[in-house]
């Protein structure tokens, strides 16, 4: 089904984005890359990685899925050396991990064969939604990091706020007798949108993101927010939807 050799960091970069949102999915092989969707529980959370061939040093795959359980490959991989890693999987019952240090150790190269997962047993993949997001900007991920950590010492929703008179973005939300408010330019901005999220799901993507990427944040009035960035170097991406949460009146 797989045979691959790709980079440490990047296959990190993919699990990272998972584990954000779910502890097992399905992983689709293609013959032009890998890919996953999948949707937490509370069915508020929704993400979408893929990564393309070019991902990869070298990708030879015919169509079929893996069921992996996310805890179990973050361990394999932090255990792993950043080097390159080969991966093999002739079945749908298990996945080869196998990678050589580059340091000059006498235990120097690592093997790791991890059991798959039924993939009947994992919740099906989730429909996409067609959604109107006009509310757009892109932001380093480290301020949008920064600001939401900074926010959630005080409260557990943040309001997402747009303005086209002000041209500015702002998160702001309040509690335990503290109101926060955090907000920068954005420029230009063509419309004005507010919604309201779920600040702790919403800082548990924001950390998964690499540091130093740009984030693409789309949202509209009291609609999902919509984050996209790039992982691997630009040949792979992840895109998370997040459902608002009902302002009460």
């Not at 015919?62 to 991989?77: C, F, Q, R, Y």
């Not at 998160?171 to 955090?182: C, E, P």
């Not at 800082?203 to 789309?218: C, Q, S, W, Y």
Request: hydrophobic letters at 45%; a negative charge.
């Amino acid at each position: 089904m797989l045979q691959a050799t790709i980079k440490t960091q990047y296959l990190r970069e993919m699990v990272n984005a998972i584990a954000a949102v779910v502890t097992e999915f399905r992983l689709h092989v293609q013959e032009d890359g890998i890919r996953m969707a999948a949707v937490n529980s509370q069915n508020i959370t929704m993400v979408s990685v893929a990564l393309k061939k070019g991902a990869f040093k070298s990708f030879t795959a015919t169509p079929g899925e893996l069921g992996l359980d996310t805890s179990n490959v973050k361990a394999i991989l932090v255990s792993l050396p950043d080097a390159l890693v080969d991966l093999e999987a002739t079945g749908n019952d298990e996945i080869q991990f196998d990678c050589t240090s580059p340091d000059t150790v006498q235990l120097d190269s690592h093997q790791y064969i991890l059991k798959t997962l039924v993939t009947a047993s994992i919740r099906s993949d989730p429909n996409p939604p067609t959604l109107a997001l006009d509310a757009t900007l892109a932001v380093p991920s480290d301020s949008l990091l920064a600001a939401l950590t900074a926010a959630s010492h005080h409260t557990d929703k943040v309001v997402m706020v747009l303005s086209k008179e002000d041209q500015v973005f702002s998160l702001s939300g309040s509690g335990d007798g503290i109101k926060v408010r955090l907000q920068g330019p954005a420029s230009p901005v063509k419309v004005t949108a507010r919604s309201l999220y779920s600040l702790d799901l919403l800082l548990d993507l924001v950390k998964a993101i690499p540091k130093g990427e740009t984030v693409n944040i789309a949202f509209a009035e009291d609609h999902p927010v919509k984050l996209t960035y790039s992982i691997a170097d630009g040949h792979g991406e992840v895109i998370y939807l997040q459902a608002p949460r009902i302002e009460t009146k």
